[in-house]
């Protein structure tokens, strides 16, 4: 500019590519915002208007204007001040006359300007922040958002899938929140989001009743009363004088052999341990179905057994435990078949018996101690069996002093906690201290009946249904229809199958037995996992 523009000076066009710059220098100006650096303001405060320069001139061929033009191109310097002049007037301009000043820019503009000006529009007004953003920060912010939201967000791009299926925190959150188990130790973000998909179709299915299904086991002949699981094997007791070991996966029994009529049953992969309505206990080979051991007599003579309602054992300490309708507990000798002690206290008859390790300490225990826990109608008493076999009671147990409120015949105890459920709900008391952690009550369901407990679920049924409940929230989440089953007061013709998934899921424990119950025809009916499919 040989001339300053208004000075009556000459004009000379600005290039192409110069044009391009002025365009984006109005753009900047438009969208104050997008600029960076507070120095930046200052700066194009300082320049001229646009308008200043012979606004009265209209477009002619390849932008030349009429008037005074000179063809040599303008030097760099002079654009730098030739820009500055005009951009400090624009600033002042009002938003409509910016508006028409832009207009009027475009309408001189060719087509690399329009090019240029297009690319630069879609640079300005579409920011991708996860794409800008360092990956820390982009994790922060999707932690704000529900799992749902985040799976919209992934079909955004492929650059929004790819950072919101690292974030192994957000997978690994969503998942827990859902009930499942997590193992911090694998880190493969894309695994976890795998896991929450898997997770979300099978909460999907208990809440829509569609992740069991059911199956029968036939065979006996007679009432089938007592039943035990363990790692997929399914032991049945019968009124026909005989037990059988079932394969739950495929329904074939394994073994079948001759006994006497069973009311409680344990076993292991050697051996039967069997209690039942004849006042005996009894021990048994599975695989020559030979009675090993007849749980009767002492060293000074024979032991008078009332009905036997519950078994327990455990072959590090070589004793058997028993409850039976004389109200008392009795210690055995595992190996020998003799009676060590004779446990009194009970007013009622003992209707389950545990063997388990504590795993918590109190004055009264420690961890790693033996405890045996027996069960009435109103009350669990807790006995110290592994320190000494002439034991006494540690403490007893009930929800009511006036015995008003009776204990149903189902026990868990995992050596932290003791579960119970009653009339009134499910008690749940701190092993440690002995106190009610709290009472779990379902006013809408009357009746309901103890299953399984764990961390996260609990598994409970009535007359007509069985049903998860979510412990976090305490309610329930699912149910499954049940056939009309043999009911027993005593609550040894039902039982849970595979425990672990009450702790949490985690895609692989939701399988196998869910439930088994003995049915009128002497068979029994199972619910089991459904597959993902």
């Known amino acids: 500019m040989r001339g300053g523009a208004g000075r009556g000076g000459d004009f000379q066009a600005p290039a192409p590519l110069l044009t391009c710059r002025a365009l984006a220098v109005f753009l900047s100006l438009q969208a104050p915002w997008l600029r960076s650096g507070p120095g930046r303001c200052e700066a194009l405060a300082a320049r001229a208007c646009l308008v200043a320069v012979n606004p009265a001139r209209g477009p002619g061929p390849r932008g030349a204007r009429s008037g005074k033009i000179f063809h040599n191109l303008m030097e760099r310097k002079d654009f730098e001040t030739w820009l500055d002049n005009i951009s400090v007037t624009f600033l002042s301009l009002t938003d409509l006359q910016k508006n028409e000043t832009l207009d009027h820019l475009i309408s001189l503009s060719g087509a690399v300007q329009l090019r240029h000006l297009s690319n630069n529009l879609e640079t300005l007004l579409k920011r991708d922040f996860l794409k800008l953003l360092p990956l820390e920060l982009s994790f922060y912010l999707l932690k704000w958002l529900d799992p749902q939201t985040l799976l919209t967000c992934c079909l955004v791009s492929k650059q929004w899938n790819k950072v919101i299926s690292a974030c192994t925190e957000v997978w690994q959150t969503a998942c827990k929140n859902l009930g499942w188990q997590i193992d911090d130790s694998v880190q493969d973000a894309l695994h976890w989001k795998k896991v929450y998909l898997k997770a979300i179709l099978r909460m999907k299915q208990l809440e829509d009743h569609e992740a069991f299904e059911t199956s029968s086991l036939i065979g006996h002949s007679a009432r089938v009363y007592a039943l035990y699981y363990k790692d997929g094997l399914l032991c049945t007791g019968s009124d026909d004088l005989s037990a059988k070991l079932w394969d739950v996966s495929t329904g074939q029994c394994v073994y079948g052999i001759q006994t006497h009529t069973c009311a409680a049953v344990k076993f292991d992969e050697q051996k039967l341990v069997t209690g039942s309505f004849d006042n005996t206990v009894a021990c048994w080979e599975w695989s020559s179905g030979a009675r090993t051991q007849h749980f009767r007599g002492t060293r000074g003579g024979w032991v008078a057994l009332f009905k036997v309602f519950s078994v327990d ?167 499954w229809p049940l056939p009309e089953y043999r009911k027993s007061k005593r609550g040894s013709s039902f039982l849970a199958g595979e425990a672990s998934w009450l702790n949490g899921l985690d895609g692989h424990n939701d399988t196998g037995l869910v439930f088994a119950t003995s049915m009128p025809d002497h068979s029994i009916h199972l619910v089991l996992w459904k597959e993902h499919g």
């Open 313 to 479: 054992y455990n072959d590090e300490l070589d004793i058997l435990v028993s409850g039976s309708a004389d109200f008392t507990v009795k210690v055995w000798a595992l190996s020998a078949g003799t009676c060590l002690n004779t446990l009194t206290g009970h007013t009622e008859w003992v209707t389950k018996v545990v063997l388990q390790k504590c795993k918590v300490k109190s004055l009264l225990h420690s961890p790693g101690d033996y405890i045996l826990l027996s069960a009435d109608k109103y009350e669990i008493k807790i006995w110290p069996i592994g320190r000494e076999i002439n034991c006494k009671c540690l403490k007893t147990l009930s929800v009511s002093e006036d015995r008003s409120i009776c204990l149903q015949p189902r026990l868990h105890f995992d050596g932290k906690y003791i579960v119970c459920s009653s009339a009134l709900g499910l008690y749940q008391w701190d092993f440690a201290s002995y106190d009610i952690l709290r009472v779990i009550k379902t006013p809408e369901i009357a009746n309901l009946a103890l299953l399984g407990f764990g961390d996260i679920f609990a598994l409970l049924f009535d007359n007509r249904y069985l049903y998860i409940m979510d412990l976090r929230t305490e309610s329930l989440i699912s149910r």
